[in-house]
């Protein structure tokens, strides 16, 4: 037994060693990868979005390329949510400790976008980009209900189209909407009431399945919901999740 005792040790240490050899080397393939890319290159962007939702191993990979400093002319471009994001976060940890190493990291608050930046993003939306004039009065309408937040302006062209209020016109080949309409419409919701709507939207079964995985957060394992539900699939359920804009993990 004593024996027996110490072969399993041996082996949880060299498996341990085994993972972290393989770690180690896959960085330093992404990072001969990234070099040889870059020094094609006068320079290279590498944008990542939603970093509110890294792992420790992601956020690793990323300090592992940020402090090689034999890849030539690389800018490294990270988004997240400032609001999910508190001082014992991975990513808050991982910043922290790059700045106490000197890497030098710039911080940009982005806000709310005023109604000049409104209106491309909503003529974009609707592939009229080429002609901004002709979604002003929608866009400075969705503005003024949303504060420019880009997520409800996009959220709120949607429910425009859910409730077929925006509608594509294929004879014309555009987007139509009728104004006094959307005006009514926007003049008597605001953002809490489009998602309340949206959510009505949803099957039954949906519904259920939000009421449950409401009690745990924004963001969750599967499981807890699963033991409550377990007439639905683990498929279907992230069907659901996908549908109603919920992050799950696991």
Sequence with gaps: ???????????????????????????????????????????????????????????????????????????????????????????????????????????????????????????EALGMDDDDSKVKSLAETIHRKTEGNPFFILMFLRSLYDEKLLQYNFGAMKWTWDEDAVNSKIVTENVASVLVNKMNRLQEETQRMLMVASCLGATFRLSPVMTVMKHISQVEMRDSMRASMISVSG
């Excluded at 330093?28 to 191993?57: E, N, T």
């Excluded at 090689?68 to 994001?85: C, F, K």
Aim: aromatic share 4%; proline share 4%; net charge neutral.
């Design 1 to 123: 037994a004593p024996q027996l005792g110490s072969a399993k040790r041996r082996l949880q240490v060299s498996l341990a060693l085994a993972g972290k050899e393989s770690i180690a080397k896959m960085h330093y393939a992404v990072r001969r990868l990234l070099k040889i890319v870059c020094s094609h290159f006068k320079g290279v962007v590498l944008f990542i979005d939603d970093l509110q939702w890294s792992d420790a191993a992601t956020l690793d990979l990323l300090k592992s390329i940020v402090l090689d400093g034999e890849i030539p002319r690389l800018l490294i471009v990270g988004a997240y949510r400032e609001d999910e994001v508190p001082d014992h976060h991975p990513l808050a940890l991982h910043t922290r400790e790059l700045e106490e190493m000197n890497v030098s990291i710039t911080k940009i608050k982005i806000g709310n976008l005023s109604v000049n930046y409104a209106i491309p993003l909503v003529a």
